[in-house]
């Protein structure tokens, strides 16, 4: 299994709250996603970087900021949660020429 | 934009019956098509991928698809299914941007496989 560490890996919070998500690789892989997954919607984009400091919007990116301040840690945040982003995370890596995602297993979060 | 629509939202067969999971997908550009598979309280791993070459790609696990490029389709199949097989499966379209592979997946099929 590919060296993905998500935490946490199950949090409750309130609505108005910051919260961040953490991935965390030892792959030394170049590119990291953070998707959500939501029932009939599959996994949809939210953010991803390309680089240290290097970082796009996705498909779903309102609500959600991150940063990538070294290779092994991509932050993901919500800077005031509401309860449509009750979700569970999935962070992925990649490397540069290889056309396959490596999954981590997932944040479940509950926002009340 | 690039979608990709699963047919089916849930799917049940008796073991060892073969199975079909169905995917379209709608891209103006040349495609990348991809199956991955999420076992109960897992992250995904990939199944199967085209890339360009035979139409007919195989997998992991005895799965199989078959890119259809005038029925936009890539359908997922397995001559006889187990219990292990028991899981959702998402089919996905890729996009490149800056060397990063930008997955567009599919809403996902709910396999149930019954003794």
């Known amino acids: 299994d590919a060296g993905i560490t998500q935490s946490p890996r199950h949090k409750v919070t309130e609505t108005g709250t910051p919260v961040t998500l953490r991935c965390h690789q030892t792959e030394n892989h170049r590119y990291m996603y953070w998707y959500r997954q939501d029932p009939g919607h599959g996994l949809r984009l939210i953010h991803y970087s390309y680089g240290v400091k290097d970082t796009d919007k996705g498909e779903v990116s309102d609500g959600y900021s991150v940063s990538r301040s070294k290779t092994e840690d991509f932050l993901l945040t919500l800077e005031s949660a509401t309860s449509s982003q009750t979700s569970v995370y999935f962070c992925a890596i990649s490397e540069r020429g290889s056309e396959k995602l490596f999954f981590g297993s997932g944040t479940q979060l509950s926002v009340l | 934009a690039q979608s990709v629509t699963q047919l089916d939202s849930q799917v049940p067969v008796f073991e060892e019956a073969p199975v079909e999971l169905r995917c379209n997908y709608s891209s103006s550009v040349s495609v990348y098509l991809f199956w991955y598979v999420q076992y109960p309280n897992q992250g995904l791993q990939l199944l199967l991928k085209?890339?360009?070459?035979?139409?007919l790609v195989k997998g992991i696990n005895g799965f199989e698809a078959e890119f259809n490029k005038s029925q936009t389709s890539f359908h997922l199949r397995k001559p006889s299914v187990h219990i292990s097989d028991t899981a959702e499966y998402f089919c996905a379209v890729s996009d490149f941007v800056q060397g990063a592979q930008k997955l567009v997946f599919g809403q996902g099929t709910r396999l149930t496989i019954n003794p």
């Open positions: 085209y890339l360009s070459g035979s139409t």
